[in-house]
């Protein structure tokens, strides 16, 4: 019973034009398009001065339906997931893949915890590989091509010992809520020369919406130390 709406144009401007006049009461997009919603939204608390009412400018921009959200396919700050949490938008934090059929994990609603990608959706089961690689199975989860050449019959999910699992590409660790938190992709992990592994995402990360840095690189492979690029931001 659902109506997907999609912008003419991926344009920020024509998202904010367009979220008021169709007052959704879901809205799915990457990372930047919340923390613009999120800039837009402190744009008029700000403007608007002691004593007023956060949720009600936050519907102004948002509309006055929205219930829920997902943002997926990148790092978002948990303060921006707060924020709309607070004024009546339960923002979820999610993981997937095209081979997955999109989604993978997601927040459940309303019980977002910083920094993570929450539980595998219905229909997914998720598993750590030896070095810590998110692996999937299920009915959804797709093979390659080599897996099952034109013709080839795909055997139906039996049990984890015979099922096919697909591996993500991505380190994650389960926390013992069951909440999955991702660590790194596993092509940018890395060992110096004397044999540590090196997770440049963990460092990269923090320097994730300091002033002054555009964006961090971390390189080191094989070598004696680590060197942090960075683009400045002026």
Not at 172 to 192: A, C, M
Not at 209 to 226: A, E, S
Request: charged fraction near 20%; hydrophobic fraction near 35%; aromatic fraction near 10%.
């Amino acid at each position: 019973g659902g109506t997907y709406v999609f912008p003419v144009n991926p344009s920020v401007e024509t998202l904010l034009a367009l979220l008021p006049r169709i007052y959704p009461r879901g809205f799915i997009s990457v990372p930047v398009r919340w923390a613009q919603l999120h800039e837009r939204c402190l744009e008029l608390i700000d403007a608007a001065g002691p004593g007023a009412d956060p949720e009600a400018l936050m519907r102004s921009v948002v509309g006055r339906r929205l219930r829920w959200g997902l943002s997926a396919t990148g790092y978002l700050d948990p303060k921006v997931f707060h924020f709309f949490e607070r004024n009546g938008v339960a923002l979820a934090s999610g993981f997937g893949m095209t081979e997955g059929t999109g989604g993978i994990t997601m927040t459940p609603p309303g019980r977002y915890l910083d920094n993570t990608h929450g539980l595998p959706l219905p229909g997914i089961r998720a598993r750590l590989s030896e070095a810590g690689e998110l692996q999937i199975s299920g009915h959804y989860v797709a093979r390659y091509l080599e897996d099952a050449g034109p013709g080839d019959l795909i055997p139906y999910p039996e049990s984890p010992e015979k099922d096919f699992w697909l591996g993500t590409g991505d380190v994650f660790r389960r926390l013992e809520n069951g909440y999955y938190q991702i660590v790194d992709r596993i092509k940018d992990i890395y060992k110096n020369n004397r044999g540590q592994t090196i997770a440049p995402l963990k460092v990269e990360s923090k320097f994730i919406g300091v002033p002054g840095f555009l964006r961090t690189f971390l390189v080191g492979d094989g070598r004696p130390h680590n060197v942090l690029f960075i683009v400045p931001d002026r």
